[in-house]
């Protein structure tokens, strides 16, 4: 069996997955070693993401532990046996694995939900602003690797030209703040509405003036898996990217998404209110 050097976060997911249903079964690594006829170092190997699991295999060991969920099984075979080497892998090595991985979750994912309170979100940047968003870091960033997130980012908006369905909840603070100049704003605000035009993009805006909201301050996204138990949230955080998969906390990311978006502007008013902001720089 040959180990993986690194295992990206989806591998690392479907593992988890198989612990998850190991330990929900209430067996050993032992007992699972002995099921399938192998030893317990390759059961945790798998389970630790540095090796992967035939569909043959996958499927015996969700029998053995009483998983009767078939359209939970399904989606864990396609996560095992899904050999595909997207665009993002030409950034590995390049960029931090965390971009990488973000790519990968999002390429496979069923839907795509954003909040955002101090920057327009990614999918919705433009070149020039992303540009100036990644200029603004400290420490500053070399000029290859800032371009290399730059060019990163704008490859990533093929998930909305595939017609994923995405939300987009973005306070006015975001749409105000300029991170360079007046025509790069300009422009930002421009994007904005025009993808927010596509049946499957839906752009809502949480306005200064709104009374008695107390909804979440930290920009969050969730990403739909092909059943919700394989969601995922992903929070930015000084010390990294965190991918969030445990069903509770992933409730408590649906409910803050659900509330917040209850409260903001609907998406026609939204473009009314992007509209006036545009027509004000």
Known sequence: MVLRRECTARQLRLAVELRRLRDAAGLSAIEAAAMLGVSRVQISHIESGLAGVSEERLRRLAAHYSC????FVDALVV???DRTRGWWEEYRGLLPTPF???AELEQHSTYRRDVEFLFVPGLLQTEDYARAAFSSRVPELPQE?????VRHRMHRRVILESACPYEAVIHEAALRIKVADRAVARAQLQRVLELSEAD????RVIPFDLEGFGGSWSPMMLAGGRVPKLDTAVRDAPHGTG??????QLGVFRTVFR???EVSLDPDRSRDFILRLAKEL
């Open 200 to 203: 499957h993009v839906s752009v």
């Open 68 to 71: 009767t969920d078939e359209a």
């Open 79 to 81: 996560m095992a046996t």
């Open 243 to 248: 991918f969030i998969d445990s069903e509770a």
């Open 100 to 102: 990488l991985d973000l």
């Open 145 to 149: 690797e800032l371009e290399l997130r």
């Open 259 to 261: 509330r917040v978006a």
